[in-house]
């Protein structure tokens, strides 16, 4: 008897092994590092908080891609390299290599907070929560 199981039922099922779905991994990833954003935005000291910021960008981008290959959460492949983007943003700016003018670490938070937000949900609105992965056909 042949029988078959949604992709959904396996173990190996990618909401499975969405870290995402963890609030203890979701929080290590990216929910402690957004709130800490939030704080460095307050720092005076100017190379301080483009340090803070730039680590915890790169932090978040690098556990998407992460998230992405061991997954296939769709968002994920957007957001990862949105983030180490904006990582690299913030160093320039931070570090006066270009001028985002005098609101320049308020246009990088709002760019930071939308374009995720887009991102996460424009993705996943368009091609679902995760990435169709090709099965390999086997002999039964």
């Known amino acids: 008897m042949n029988t ?5 039922d ?3 099922s990618p909401g499975l092994r969405d870290w995402i779905r ?3 991994s979701y929080m290590i990833a990216w ?4 709130i800490l954003l ?5 720092l005076i000291d100017l190379s301080v908080r483009t340090v803070i910021w730039a680590i915890l960008l790169a932090w978040m981008g690098v556990a998407c891609l992460m998230n992405a290959a061991r997954c296939g959460r769709m968002h994920c492949y957007f957001t990862g390299p949105f983030f180490l983007f904006m990582a690299v943003a913030v160093l320039l700016h931070g570090f006066q290599v270009i001028w985002l003018g005098t609101d320049g670490w ?3 938070g709002v760019v930071i907070v939308a374009g995720a937000t887009v991102l996460w949900w424009g993705s ?5 929560k995760f990435a169709r992965r090709l099965k390999s ?3 039964q």
């Open 137 to 139: 056909k086997t002999r």
């Open 31 to 34: 929910g402690l590092p957004a």
């Open 4 to 8: 078959t199981r949604d992709e959904g």
């Open 10 to 12: 396996l173990p190996t």
């Open 124 to 128: 996943e609105s368009i091609w679902g």
């Open 22 to 24: 963890s609030s203890r």
């Open 106 to 108: 308020k246009w990088l």
């Open 38 to 42: 939030v704080g460095g935005a307050f």
